[in-house]
């Protein structure tokens, strides 16, 4: 024994003390070298015997904890699936978010109080019940989202919520896709946020050209996918929208047509302030023939559709009224 006292409890101590053992006190504060154990003033920087350094720069205990935490956290995502991760938040929602997480097996728990973090992951096939969290979760700023392991937006992957709960509370939820709710939503792409409506004179009927002076129209198909693969883009997650039936839907649309021998398709006439390139007819109107120059071609009534939904292996939903002889 020797006469060195810790500072702060007054116990004595040995040489070869780190740490009080009475009241934990870190005694190289107290000026005790960790290299030779030479015993510095309490108020010295350097030992003067070796020369070591005395006060060692260490990160407080509390931010190495967080330190490590969140390299711990990086390191776990997962590479497969959408993950969603969520801190302690104020909102009146936030037990209910947290119970709901707490339903999946993937569920994990970082960090206590208000520095906790929460993570689930959802395979692809459980689109249902991420769409039930985020309904908690919605117009959090602090939620994180991750897909197959990459930190990504809440819009590029959980956009379609919004919808899917509305068709849920739909009266005919199996045609609510197909716009059976609003007439300017029809489309036989099974999504209402295709903005590809079946409706008459709708712009994308003009996507194509007059491949004869007969009036044959050849749709241009190319342009058709590529708008709807970029305008349902965001809702390809939804457990509603299934693309192998877009697909083929797109296949059994038809790339030519003539409104001359097709009575469910007719004409759109050009606007006089369409300088556009367009097919001349000629029309009897007022009891006059009048030449009239056409940009496109547009369904007639509910026997395009029909035509299109004879061609597919599956039930085609529409929910139009076949009554009704127009869109």
């Known amino acids: 024994m020797n006469n060195n006292v810790c500072g702060i ?23 005790i070298c960790l290299k030779c154990r030479h015993q510095n003033a309490k108020d010295a920087n350097f030992c003067q015997m070796c020369g070591s350094p005395l006060k060692l720069e260490q990160l407080p205990k509390a931010k190495e904890k967080e330190y490590i935490f969140e390299k711990a956290q990086e390191a776990e995502i997962p590479s497969s699936g959408i993950t969603l991760e969520f801190p302690y938040s104020s909102s009146l929602s936030f037990d209910f978010a947290v119970e709901e997480a707490k339903k999946h097996p993937a569920f994990k728990q970082f960090g206590e109080g208000k520095k906790v973090i929460h993570r689930v992951t959802y395979n692809h096939n459980e689109m249902e019940a991420v769409a039930k969290l985020a309904e908690y979760l919605k117009g959090w700023r602090s939620v994180v989202v991750y897909l197959d392991g990459n930190k990504t937006t809440w819009d590029s992957v959980i956009t379609f919520t919004w919808c899917f709960k509305k068709k849920q509370a739909s009266y005919k939820p199996e045609y609510y896709c197909y716009g059976y709710e609003h007439k300017w939503q029809h489309n036989i792409w099974g999504c209402i946020n295709s903005q590809l409506n079946f409706r008459e004179h709708d712009e994308w009927f003009c996507w194509g050209k007059f491949i004869d002076n007969r009036g044959t129209w050849q749709f241009d198909k190319n342009r058709i996918r590529l708008e709807l693969k970029k305008n349902l883009y965001a809702y390809r997650f939804c457990p509603a929208f299934d693309e192998a039936k877009l697909e083929a839907v797109l296949d059994a649309f038809p790339i030519e047509v003539n409104p001359t021998k097709d009575k469910n398709w007719k004409f759109i006439e050009s606007s006089r302030y369409d300088s556009g390139p367009g097919l001349v007819v000629v029309v009897k109107r007022d009891g006059f023939k009048k030449e009239v120059k056409m940009k496109g071609v547009c369904p007639d009534g509910y026997g395009a559709i029909q035509d299109i939904a004879k061609k597919l292996t599956f039930k085609l939903p529409l929910g139009f009224d076949k009554k009704n002889s127009r869109l």
Not at 9 to 31: A, H, I, S, T, Y
């Open 9 to 31: 409890c007054r116990c004595e101590l040995q040489d070869n003390f780190l740490f009080c053992p009475r009241c934990g006190n870190n005694l190289q504060k107290e000026g």
